[in-house]
T-cell receptor, first 115, second 112 residues
Framework: DTEVTQTPKHLVMGMTNKKSLKCEQHMGHRAMYWYKQKAKKPPELMFVYSYEKLSINESVPSRFSPECPNSSLLNLHLHALQPEDSALYLC??????????????FGSGTRLTVV | AQSVTQLDSQVPVFEEAPVELRCNYSSSVSVYLFWYVQYPNQGLQLLLKYLSGSTLVKGINGFEAEFNKSQTSFHLRKPSVHISDTAEYFCAVRGGNEKLTFGTGTRLTIIP
């Protein structure tokens, strides 16, 4: 299995809703990442988990809450989002961090729309 | 600190013509360099990477790139493009213990 699987593929939520994005990989990678990508822009790093511990938080607002229950799973909990948070949310994994020799494997993303 | 510059935001190319997408980087340490492709409504797929060794790197879908340390460049090339190559292409750099840094992307449009 050489994939990163993200669910759901599309999500529409209201500003008062609570929802979660899920990411799963079975490649034995020990680093996992959340990126946010706005239209026609490159991905922006949000969080890095290394060996299931939060390694990097790129000053992301607290309405985004990451969780890494085990080495294969990564969640992003969403609460009280704003319309400007609408974007493509990408999950990625790599063998290690920061000794990332092999590059990242990205999932297909969750297209989030906040209404 | 490190950075990546993709000077061309859009590149239109006729089908079966060659293409070069330009990427320049800056870093104070040795770097790893990557090209990713993003098809519409999809995630990023790794095309190729330079880690060390031969400066000419071959990737998937007939793409190749050449690492030029003196010019701090890592341009992506394909000798003959196909309609299916229409996508956004991102150059990325990682040096030392830095995080992966992406360029702003180049939209490749293939004209039939």
């Amino acid at each position: 299995d050489t994939e990163v699987t993200q669910t759901p593929k599309h999500l529409v939520m209201g500003m008062t809703n609570k929802k979660s994005l899920k990411c799963e990989q079975h490649m034995g990678h020990r680093a996992m990442y959340w990126y946010k990508q706005k239209a026609k822009k490159p991905p922006e790093l949000m969080f890095v988990y290394s060996y299931e511990k939060l390694s990097i938080n790129e000053s992301v607002p607290s309405r985004f809450s990451p969780e890494c229950p085990n080495s294969s799973l990564l969640n992003l909990h969403l609460h009280a989002l704003q319309p400007e948070d609408s974007a493509l949310y990408l999950c990625a994994s790599s063998q290690d961090h920061p000794s990332n020799y092999y590059g990242y494997t990205f999932g297909s993303g969750t297209r989030l729309t906040v209404v | 600190a490190q950075s990546v510059t993709q000077l061309d935001s859009q590149v239109p190319v006729f089908e079966e013509a060659p293409v070069e997408l330009r990427c320049n980087y800056s870093s104070s340490v040795s770097v790893y360099l990557f090209w990713y492709v993003q098809y519409p409504n999809q995630g990023l797929q790794l095309l190729l990477k330079y880690l060390s060794g031969s400066t000419l790197v071959k990737g998937i879908n007939g793409f190749e790139a050449e690492f030029n340390k003196s010019q701090t460049s890592f341009h992506l090339r394909k000798p003959s493009v196909h309609i299916s190559d229409t996508a956004e292409y991102f150059c990325a750099v990682r040096g030392g213990n830095e995080k992966l840094t992406f360029g702003t992307g180049t939209r490749l449009t293939i004209i039939p």
